[in-house]
């Protein structure tokens, strides 16, 4: 069974209640910095969608996602790297992919002080399924190869 499957089909651990989604091993790309950086972007994610950090004081959802995207361009720079230094034959659409999940960031950062709470929690779990479930889980792990250090 795909890692996708088995985390649909309760394989994985479910979240922490106030969570959308928990780090699991399985999800490891086996490159202990761009792991760390995963685990970095689900937890920012997390924090999002709670409006808290893991202390329980309330978050600046702003000023969150803005360290989201600091954190997205770092982890992108790094992944890009790594897969260049290894050859990966598909970098071109994978530099392209951290393209479009840049942009749609910046504009969900530039969109987020107007919404409300609704409607930031759904903008926020569509992000988390892009970058999680469309991202690390599917294109990172069919480059998983090329990652690997």
Known sequence: ?????RLLHGAVPPPPPDD???WDEAYSVGNALLDNEHRDIVAVLNDLYRGRGTDGRPLDPEHTLARLRDVAEVHFANEEAVLARHRCPRLDSHQSEHR???SELSTLAAAMPAMDADTRERALASMLRKIVLGHILVADMRDQDYLRE
């Not at 069974?1 to 499957?5: D, K």
């Open 100 to 102: 479009v999940l840049w």
């Open 20 to 22: 959308l989604i928990h």
């Open 1 to 5: 069974m795909t890692l996708l499957g």
